[in-house]
C-alpha cells in the first residue's frame, strides 16, 4: 500500500524547465515500476514516463528528449525533470505504482505558457 506526494508544479513560458518530485511511502517502493501521469482538462490521464527497480525507463513519444525520469531509493523519491515545456505539456502530473494505480495522490499543477 503505497502512498503518494507529487511537487514541483508550476507555471513557466514554453521552452523553459521544472523538476518535479514524488515521495512515496511504503516499505517495497524498491521493488516497484513507478511512473508519472499526466492529465489536462477534458482529456485521458496518460503514462508519461515510468521507471523500474533496474532503472529502466519508457517516455510517451512527445517526451521523449526532454524529460528524464529518474529515482532516488534511499530517498523514496521518483523525480521527473522537464525541459523545453510546450504548452501542450500542460496538465496536472501524478505518479503512481504501475501495476497499482490506487492511492492517487493530489498531484501537481503544471501550466505552461506559449
Known amino acids: 500500500q503505497l502512498q503518494f506526494v507529487e511537487s514541483g508544479g508550476g507555471l513557466v513560458q514554453a521552452g523553459g524547465s521544472l523538476r518535479l518530485s514524488c515521495v512515496v511511502s511504503?516499505?517495497?517502493?524498491?521493488?516497484?515500476?513507478i511512473g508519472w501521469y499526466r492529465q489536462a482538462p477534458g482529456k485521458q490521464r496518460e503514462l508519461v514516463a515510468d521507471?523500474?527497480?533496474?532503472?529502466?525507463?519508457n517516455y510517451v513519444d512527445s517526451v521523449k528528449g526532454r524529460f528524464t525520469i529518474s529515482r532516488d531509493n534511499a530517498k523514496n523519491t521518483v523525480y521527473l525533470q522537464m525541459n523545453s515545456l510546450k504548452p501542450e505539456d500542460t496538465a496536472v502530473y501524478y505518479c503512481?505504482?504501475?501495476?497499482?494505480?490506487?492511492?492517487w495522490g493530489q498531484g501537481t499543477q503544471v501550466t505552461v505558457s506559449s
Open positions: 511504503g516499505s517495497t517502493f524498491r521493488f516497484r515500476i
Open positions: 503512481n505504482d504501475k501495476y497499482g494505480l490506487r492511492n
Open positions: 521507471i523500474s527497480t533496474g532503472d529502466i525507463t
